[in-house]
């Protein structure tokens, strides 16, 4: 870290936006549901939420979560409108609940998205080494494939962002069509009749819920993404909102959907059982006993390319970030570089790069001649990671929640309380409730009969470093007033900005 940033030409001034305003509603929801990866929440994330808790009550679950994250959007989206920033989550927590927690938060932020990113090349590595072994007979180690992703999306993420909304669209679109098809053929044979028990109380509010909650919280994650866009939205104001309440609701409704018709599909008496002994390959052999074998095949190419989309998505969060802590000097200054062509933050990317490689590598090493075999970095890299990056953002909107209430306090607008008072407190509740089910089901989580040192030590990975990030803060207060001063706020003159910002008749 560095105390100040590398002071630029006059002459020759550098971009301070990642992006021309490229993006539109279309393509930031597309951003935030590819985060999501549909195709890879239903044939993994559900399929091992029924297999690990047992719980019937898995499409119910959804619903109180969109609902819940709907609540948290209510005040998130409030406080976007006089809050632009590519760093979002460290913006909005250092606008309103002061610097030094700004600058912890930016450091979770940091560790839990890069988590989430490189957590899911695990489980692209072990999918296309599978692939490839099934449909080609070529045997490759894990991480092969995965050294060649990392290119791939390392070249995405330096170049337009909208280039990577186009990709993402395409990819998003296909993985609709083939879970549609499987929710449709699901209800057409549903062995047991189509019943909707899966939707009733009785089926969640049992053991075991908590966990279910953890692991559908998972599949939300990236729905907060909209913000980081913010700076590169045609119009952020209504753009970032609209974006986000059709991403929370899009996610809730069709997974909700998807795990109700897995449910009639298998049949509610044996999804369990099915689920345990079959995995993500539930979804891909019913469609070929109930559709045709080259609709499986399609499914599982497309599986493939939904963890694609979701590691370009979590990519271009982490650029942003590191370009934002770099244009307000809390991070070296180099990291708020951007492309002049492009407009990518490009030092952020390629360091989002260089870390997925160093940390694959030190797994790769790890793994080798691992007793968990061809599941090796799906049980470590892929688990291990993602959990801990979800416990990580949910904490994080657990302290927006908060930081909404702060802000307006601060900041009046003539909003109405439901937005900056009423809904932040409720959302607050709701999200740390969610926080504490996590940690207290961490061992479900990792697949753990018994803790041991990772049970503790994944959870510190991101907390010691956000609280030694609190510390940073202060010191900066008193080391460095004016890098001090533009933490989460993005401008020269960041509370001339804000205050021409926020009128006090906003509405």
């Known amino acids: 870290m560095t105390a100040s940033p590398t002071a630029r030409p006059a002459t020759t001034p550098a971009p301070t936006a990642p992006s021309r305003r490229r993006l539109g509603v279309p393509a930031v929801t597309f951003m935030i549901v590819a985060a ?39 005040g998130y989206a409030a406080m976007n409108r006089f809050v632009t920033n590519a760093g979002a989550f460290y913006a909005y927590i250092a606008q309103g609940l002061g610097r030094p927690l700004g600058v912890g938060s930016s450091i979770v932020a940091l560790i839990s998205y890069n988590a989430m990113q490189i957590g899911i090349y695990g489980i692209f590595g072990y999918t296309v080494s599978n692939l490839l072994s099934e449909r080609l007979g070529i045997s490759v ?71 279910v909650f953890a692991f559908g919280i998972a599949a939300f994650m990236g729905f907060e993404s909209a913000a980081i866009y913010g700076e590169e939205s045609k119009d952020p104001k209504r753009t970032v909102a609209r974006a986000t309440y059709t991403a929370v ?19 509610p008496s044996q999804v369990v059982a099915a689920a345990t002994e079959q995995g993500p390959n539930l979804i891909f052999g019913f469609l070929g006993d109930h559709v045709s074998m080259v609709i499986s095949d399609i499914a599982q190419v ?41 407009g990518a933050p490009v030092v952020g990317s390629l360091t989002q790069t260089v870390i997925a490689v160093v940390v694959v590598i030190g797994f790769a090493i790890a793994g080798a ?33 908060l930081a909404v209430i702060g802000f307006f306090r601060r900041h009046p607008a003539s909003l109405s309380s439901w937005s900056t008072m009423v809904a932040p407190i409720i959302s607050f509740i709701a999200l740390a409730t969610i926080w504490v ?32 990030g609190v510390w940073w803060g202060f010191r900066l207060k008193r080391s460095n007033p004016r890098v001090y001063r533009q933490i989460g706020h993005g401008a020269d003159d960041p509370e001339a900005q804000l205050d021409a910002d926020v009128p006090a008749d906003a509405s």
Request: proline fraction near 5%; aromatic fraction near 10%; include cysteine.
């Open 36 to 74: 999501s990866a549909p195709l890879t929440v239903l044939a993994g994330g559900v399929t091992t939420t029924f297999a690990v808790t047992g719980v019937l009550g898995v499409p119910l679950s959804f619903l109180i979560l969109g609902a819940a994250l709907t609540i948290f959007a209510v």
């Open 141 to 211: 180690p894990w991480y092969v494939p995965v050294f060649v992703c990392i290119a791939v999306v390392g070249v995405l993420g330096v170049n337009r962002v909208d280039l990577s909304a186009k990709v993402l669209g395409i990819l998003v679109g296909l993985e609709f069509l083939v879970v549609i098809i499987y929710d449709v053929s699901s209800f057409a044979v549903a062995p047991e009749g189509v019943t909707g028990v899966a939707f009733e109380p009785s089926s969640l509010f049992v053991t075991g819920i908590g966990a």
């Open 249 to 267: 609701a899009i996610i809730a409704l069709f997974y909700a959907l998807s795990a109700w018709a897995m449910t009639v599909g298998i049949g």
């Open 302 to 342: 497309l599986f493939v390319t939904s963890v694609f989309a979701s590691l370009v998505s979590f990519h271009n969060a982490v650029a942003r970030y590191f370009f934002s802590l770099g244009r307000e000097g809390v991070l070296p200054a180099a990291m708020g570089r951007i492309g002049r062509r492009g």
């Open 369 to 401: 001649g691992s007793p968990l075999g061809d599941l090796y970095p799906v049980i470590t890299l892929f688990t291990w990671l993602t959990n801990t990056g979800a416990m990580g953002l949910v904490l994080l909107m657990a302290l927006i929640s």
């Open 437 to 468: 089910l996590i940690l207290v089901n961490y061992t479900v989580l990792l697949g753990q009969a018994e803790p041991d040192a990772s049970t503790f030590l994944l959870p510190a990975i991101v907390l010691v470093p956000g609280l030694v």
